[in-house]
Protein backbone atom coordinates (compact mmCIF):
# COMPACT_ATOMS: atom_id res chain seq x y z
CA UNK A 1 0.00 0.00 0.00
CA UNK A 2 1.67 3.20 -1.00
CA UNK A 3 -0.68 5.40 1.89
CA UNK A 4 -1.92 3.83 5.09
CA UNK A 5 -2.49 4.35 8.82
CA UNK A 6 -0.79 2.57 12.12
CA UNK A 7 -2.67 1.99 14.66
CA UNK A 8 -1.02 0.97 17.91
CA UNK A 9 -2.70 0.18 21.42
CA UNK A 10 -1.17 -0.07 24.30
CA UNK A 11 -3.77 -2.24 26.91
CA UNK A 12 -1.70 -3.46 29.33
CA UNK A 13 -2.33 -0.09 31.72
CA UNK A 14 -3.87 -0.40 34.73
CA UNK A 15 -6.76 2.58 33.82
CA UNK A 16 -6.72 3.33 30.48
CA UNK A 17 -6.38 1.96 26.71
CA UNK A 18 -4.03 4.02 24.92
CA UNK A 19 -3.82 4.68 21.27
CA UNK A 20 -1.87 5.93 18.84
CA UNK A 21 -2.59 6.55 15.05
CA UNK A 22 0.06 7.94 12.45
CA UNK A 23 -0.50 8.11 9.10
CA UNK A 24 1.97 8.43 5.82
CA UNK A 25 2.85 11.34 4.46
CA UNK A 26 0.10 11.53 1.48
CA UNK A 27 -2.50 11.60 4.21
CA UNK A 28 -1.61 14.37 6.25
CA UNK A 29 -4.12 17.08 6.88
CA UNK A 30 -7.23 15.18 6.57
CA UNK A 31 -10.04 14.55 9.49
CA UNK A 32 -10.39 11.02 10.54
CA UNK A 33 -12.79 9.64 12.92
CA UNK A 34 -12.36 6.92 15.92
CA UNK A 35 -15.24 4.59 17.30
CA UNK A 36 -15.47 2.37 19.62
CA UNK A 37 -17.93 -0.07 19.48
CA UNK A 38 -18.90 -3.34 21.58
CA UNK A 39 -21.70 -5.91 20.78
CA UNK A 40 -22.61 -3.54 17.87
CA UNK A 41 -23.26 -0.93 19.53
CA UNK A 42 -20.81 2.34 19.27
CA UNK A 43 -19.80 3.56 22.59
CA UNK A 44 -17.56 6.41 22.16
CA UNK A 45 -16.63 8.36 18.92
CA UNK A 46 -13.69 10.87 18.65
CA UNK A 47 -12.68 12.87 15.53
CA UNK A 48 -8.95 14.11 14.81
CA UNK A 49 -6.55 16.41 12.36
CA UNK A 50 -3.53 14.21 11.40
CA UNK A 51 -0.72 16.05 11.69
CA UNK A 52 3.30 14.91 10.92
CA UNK A 53 3.59 13.76 14.48
CA UNK A 54 1.10 10.98 15.38
CA UNK A 55 -2.34 11.16 17.06
CA UNK A 56 -2.76 9.93 20.63
CA UNK A 57 -5.49 10.10 22.86
CA UNK A 58 -7.19 6.99 25.55
CA UNK A 59 -9.82 5.43 26.43
CA UNK A 60 -10.71 4.71 30.26
CA UNK A 61 -11.30 0.79 31.59
CA UNK A 62 -13.45 1.75 34.03
CA UNK A 63 -15.88 3.29 31.35
CA UNK A 64 -15.75 0.29 29.06
CA UNK A 65 -18.07 -2.33 28.59
CA UNK A 66 -16.64 -6.13 29.32
CA UNK A 67 -16.20 -8.14 26.78
CA UNK A 68 -14.72 -7.35 23.00
CA UNK A 69 -14.75 -3.97 22.10
CA UNK A 70 -13.57 -2.93 18.52
CA UNK A 71 -11.41 0.38 17.61
CA UNK A 72 -12.18 1.36 14.02
CA UNK A 73 -10.34 4.42 12.45
CA UNK A 74 -11.97 5.82 9.61
CA UNK A 75 -11.85 8.80 6.82
CA UNK A 76 -14.91 11.12 5.97
CA UNK A 77 -15.50 8.29 2.95
CA UNK A 78 -16.44 6.42 5.48
CA UNK A 79 -13.10 4.04 4.19
CA UNK A 80 -11.83 2.14 7.20
CA UNK A 81 -7.73 2.35 7.40
CA UNK A 82 -6.95 0.60 10.56
CA UNK A 83 -8.93 -1.69 12.93
CA UNK A 84 -8.48 -3.20 16.57
CA UNK A 85 -10.00 -5.19 19.14
CA UNK A 86 -9.25 -5.01 22.62
CA UNK A 87 -10.47 -7.42 25.79
CA UNK A 88 -12.27 -6.14 29.03
CA UNK A 89 -13.01 -8.98 31.64
CA UNK A 90 -16.34 -8.54 33.32
CA UNK A 91 -15.71 -6.88 37.07
CA UNK A 92 -17.26 -8.85 39.97
CA UNK A 93 -20.42 -6.94 41.10
CA UNK A 94 -23.10 -8.63 43.89
CA UNK A 95 -26.03 -7.57 41.63
CA UNK A 96 -25.52 -9.53 38.46
CA UNK A 97 -23.98 -12.56 40.26
CA UNK A 98 -25.99 -15.87 40.22
CA UNK A 99 -24.50 -18.57 42.82
CA UNK A 100 -25.36 -21.95 42.05
CA UNK A 101 -25.23 -24.72 44.82
CA UNK A 102 -25.53 -28.87 43.83
CA UNK A 103 -27.46 -30.25 46.40
CA UNK A 104 -27.89 -33.23 45.25
CA UNK A 105 -24.68 -35.77 46.86
CA UNK A 106 -24.31 -38.37 43.65
CA UNK A 107 -25.09 -37.84 39.76
CA UNK A 108 -27.15 -40.60 38.52
CA UNK A 109 -28.40 -41.98 34.75
CA UNK A 110 -31.72 -39.99 34.20
CA UNK A 111 -31.64 -39.31 38.09
CA UNK A 112 -33.18 -35.59 39.26
CA UNK A 113 -30.47 -33.20 40.30
CA UNK A 114 -31.54 -30.72 43.29
CA UNK A 115 -30.15 -27.08 42.79
CA UNK A 116 -30.45 -23.64 44.67
CA UNK A 117 -29.74 -20.78 42.74
CA UNK A 118 -29.02 -17.50 45.19
CA UNK A 119 -29.46 -13.90 43.11
CA UNK A 120 -30.24 -10.18 44.00
CA UNK A 121 -34.24 -9.82 45.39
CA UNK A 122 -36.23 -9.56 42.10
CA UNK A 123 -33.86 -10.82 39.51
CA UNK A 124 -35.28 -13.03 36.40
CA UNK A 125 -32.85 -15.05 35.02
CA UNK A 126 -32.87 -18.43 32.68
CA UNK A 127 -30.93 -21.99 33.51
CA UNK A 128 -30.17 -24.60 31.19
CA UNK A 129 -28.13 -27.59 31.64
CA UNK A 130 -25.77 -29.65 29.37
CA UNK A 131 -23.59 -32.41 29.00
CA UNK A 132 -20.14 -30.55 28.45
CA UNK A 133 -18.35 -33.22 27.50
CA UNK A 134 -20.48 -33.96 24.42
CA UNK A 135 -21.16 -30.58 23.51
CA UNK A 136 -17.58 -28.53 24.13
CA UNK A 137 -15.57 -31.50 23.96
CA UNK A 138 -14.37 -31.41 27.37
CA UNK A 139 -13.31 -28.34 27.32
CA UNK A 140 -14.83 -25.57 29.98
CA UNK A 141 -16.85 -23.08 28.51
CA UNK A 142 -20.44 -21.13 29.20
CA UNK A 143 -22.27 -18.33 28.48
CA UNK A 144 -20.11 -15.59 29.45
CA UNK A 145 -17.34 -17.20 27.68
CA UNK A 146 -19.22 -17.22 24.66
CA UNK A 147 -21.27 -14.21 24.72
CA UNK A 148 -17.99 -11.50 25.80
CA UNK A 149 -15.69 -13.53 23.98
CA UNK A 150 -15.78 -16.70 21.31
CA UNK A 151 -18.64 -15.37 19.37
CA UNK A 152 -16.44 -12.12 18.50
CA UNK A 153 -13.07 -14.15 17.31
CA UNK A 154 -12.89 -16.75 14.62
CA UNK A 155 -11.92 -20.19 15.19
CA UNK A 156 -11.41 -21.92 17.62
CA UNK A 157 -10.20 -20.63 21.33
CA UNK A 158 -8.53 -22.71 23.89
CA UNK A 159 -9.39 -22.42 27.18
CA UNK A 160 -11.36 -19.07 26.76
CA UNK A 161 -12.34 -19.52 30.57
CA UNK A 162 -8.89 -18.79 31.49
CA UNK A 163 -8.83 -14.70 29.86
CA UNK A 164 -11.66 -14.60 32.77
CA UNK A 165 -9.81 -15.29 35.62
CA UNK A 166 -7.96 -12.18 36.39
CA UNK A 167 -7.31 -8.99 35.16
CA UNK A 168 -3.23 -8.35 35.92
CA UNK A 169 -0.67 -8.10 33.32
CA UNK A 170 -0.35 -11.29 32.67
CA UNK A 171 -3.55 -12.25 31.61
CA UNK A 172 -4.41 -8.54 29.80
CA UNK A 173 -1.20 -9.52 27.53
CA UNK A 174 -2.63 -13.07 26.98
CA UNK A 175 -5.91 -11.21 25.86
CA UNK A 176 -4.05 -9.01 23.74
CA UNK A 177 -2.68 -11.98 21.56
CA UNK A 178 -5.27 -13.45 21.36
CA UNK A 179 -6.76 -10.45 19.86
CA UNK A 180 -4.25 -10.03 17.52
CA UNK A 181 -4.22 -13.26 16.32
CA UNK A 182 -7.83 -14.10 16.01
CA UNK A 183 -9.65 -10.67 16.30
CA UNK A 184 -9.50 -10.39 12.66
CA UNK A 185 -12.73 -9.60 10.88
CA UNK A 186 -14.25 -7.55 7.88
CA UNK A 187 -16.00 -4.65 8.36
CA UNK A 188 -17.38 -2.96 4.73
CA UNK A 189 -18.18 0.31 5.88
CA UNK A 190 -18.59 1.26 2.36
CA UNK A 191 -21.54 -0.89 1.98
CA UNK A 192 -22.66 0.31 5.96
CA UNK A 193 -22.23 3.83 4.75
CA UNK A 194 -24.28 3.25 1.38
CA UNK A 195 -21.25 4.39 -0.72
CA UNK A 196 -21.55 1.29 -2.46
CA UNK A 197 -24.56 -0.73 -3.47
CA UNK A 198 -26.01 -3.52 -1.23
CA UNK A 199 -26.34 -6.63 -3.44
CA UNK A 200 -28.86 -9.51 -1.71
CA UNK A 201 -27.54 -12.82 -2.67
CA UNK A 202 -30.03 -15.07 -1.20
CA UNK A 203 -33.95 -14.62 -1.50
CA UNK A 204 -35.80 -14.73 1.98
CA UNK A 205 -35.66 -17.70 3.67
CA UNK A 206 -39.51 -18.92 3.27
CA UNK A 207 -38.46 -22.39 2.06
CA UNK A 208 -35.61 -24.41 1.41
CA UNK A 209 -32.92 -23.37 -0.99
CA UNK A 210 -29.93 -24.90 -2.44
CA UNK A 211 -27.11 -22.99 -3.98
CA UNK A 212 -23.90 -23.85 -5.16
CA UNK A 213 -21.53 -24.19 -8.01
CA UNK A 214 -20.11 -27.38 -10.58
CA UNK A 215 -16.72 -27.27 -11.19
CA UNK A 216 -14.69 -29.31 -13.81
CA UNK A 217 -12.65 -32.11 -12.52
CA UNK A 218 -9.97 -31.60 -14.84
CA UNK A 219 -9.55 -27.88 -16.44
CA UNK A 220 -10.86 -28.83 -20.22
CA UNK A 221 -14.41 -30.08 -19.04
CA UNK A 222 -16.70 -28.29 -19.38
CA UNK A 223 -19.95 -28.03 -17.08
CA UNK A 224 -23.00 -26.23 -18.61
CA UNK A 225 -25.97 -28.12 -19.70
CA UNK A 226 -25.41 -30.70 -16.92
CA UNK A 227 -28.75 -32.36 -15.09
CA UNK A 228 -28.25 -32.36 -11.58
CA UNK A 229 -30.68 -34.49 -8.60
CA UNK A 230 -30.92 -32.88 -4.71
CA UNK A 231 -32.31 -35.56 -2.10
CA UNK A 232 -33.49 -34.47 1.08
Sequence with gaps: EREG???SVNTLAEDKIHVEAA??????GR???VTLQNGGTVVATHSFRTETTPQTFFFNRGDMPAGVS???????DGRIWAERQV???PRPS?????RLRVETGQLRPCGKVRLTAEAAPGSTFSFSARDIASSTGGYNGDIRTWMLLCSELRGYVH???YYFEADDAEHREA???LMLTQGWRRYDWQVMARSEPFELEYPAEDGLYLDGRVYPAKRRQRTDGLHLTAYL
Design 5 to 7: CAL
Design 175 to 177: ADL
Design 70 to 76: QITIFDG
Design 31 to 33: MWG
Design 87 to 89: FIP
Design 159 to 161: RPE
Design 23 to 28: VSPGLQ
Design 94 to 98: KKDSI
